[in-house]
């Protein structure tokens, strides 16, 4: 079973749309939890980490819920820019303490003029 | 300044070669990473590894080994090169002591196997 899950999609929403992604994790020990993005044939690069409380920045929204392994990402207003992969992640650290990010499969989101 | 850069960005080889894949960071991050991203744009880790822990995925073949001659690099060996080798392969790196922290990626080696 893969540490953690996502729809692939494509998703392809018009502009100005509001998107929502979804992901589980199967590890309760999971102990934090982000969204990356990552641009056609770049790195991915860190969105935004996701907080118990939930959390937002701008037009993104990230929320978490423990008691179902579930993170969630919302992005309102979506630009032409917003089109990449985004990427679930959580951290389960080691014996020693060292940080193992694992990583979903990746929404694809495309975003349509 | 590239935070975390890996050499080669593209690599072609035959099959049976050996080959090393170069990965520095100047973020003075303690915990450096491999990953491994498929055709189906999956993105799996390798190996983790600080100056403590070396944590090998077990599904990762023994022709795959990380070689570490300092806490800013970590290079990937891999001998024997096969077919379902071919990735593109990702080095990252970040802290140990954070729990939130940040990984950083490079830019990616495209490794084609022929």
């Known amino acids: 079973r893969k540490e953690v899950e996502q729809d692939p999609g494509p998703f392809n929403v018009p502009e100005g749309a509001t998107v929502a992604f979804n992901c589980t994790y199967s590890n309760s020990a999971s102990q934090s939890f982000f969204w990356y993005r990552q641009d056609c044939r770049k790195e991915p690069k860190l969105l935004m980490s996701v907080y118990s409380s939930g959390n937002e920045d701008g037009r993104f929204t990230a929320q978490l819920n423990r008691a179902s392994q579930y993170i969630s990402l919302l992005i309102r207003d979506s630009k032409l820019s917003d089109s990449a992969t985004y990427l679930c992640?959580?951290?389960?650290?080691?014996?020693?303490?060292?940080?193992?990010?694992?990583f979903g499969t990746g929404t694809r989101l495309t975003v349509i003029p | 300044d590239t935070a975390v850069s890996q050499t080669p960005k593209y690599l072609v080889t035959q099959m049976g070669n050996d080959k090393s894949i170069k990965c520095e960071q100047n973020?003075?991050?303690?915990?450096m990473y491999w990953y491994k991203q498929d055709s189906k744009k999956f993105l799996k880790i390798m190996f983790s590894y600080n100056n403590k822990e070396l944590i090998i995925n077990e599904t990762v073949p023994n022709r795959f080994s990380p070689k570490s001659p300092d806490k800013a690099h970590l290079n990937l060996h891999i001998n024997s090169l096969e077919l379902g080798d071919s990735a593109v392969y990702f080095c990252?790196?970040?802290?140990?002591?954070?729990?939130?922290?940040?990984?950083?990626f490079g830019q990616g080696t495209r490794l084609t196997v022929v």
């Open positions: 992640v959580v951290n389960i650290r080691g014996g020693t303490g060292a940080n193992n990010l694992f």
């Open positions: 973020l003075g991050h303690d915990t």
């Open positions: 990252a790196s970040s802290l140990q002591k954070a729990l939130a922290s940040e990984a950083f």
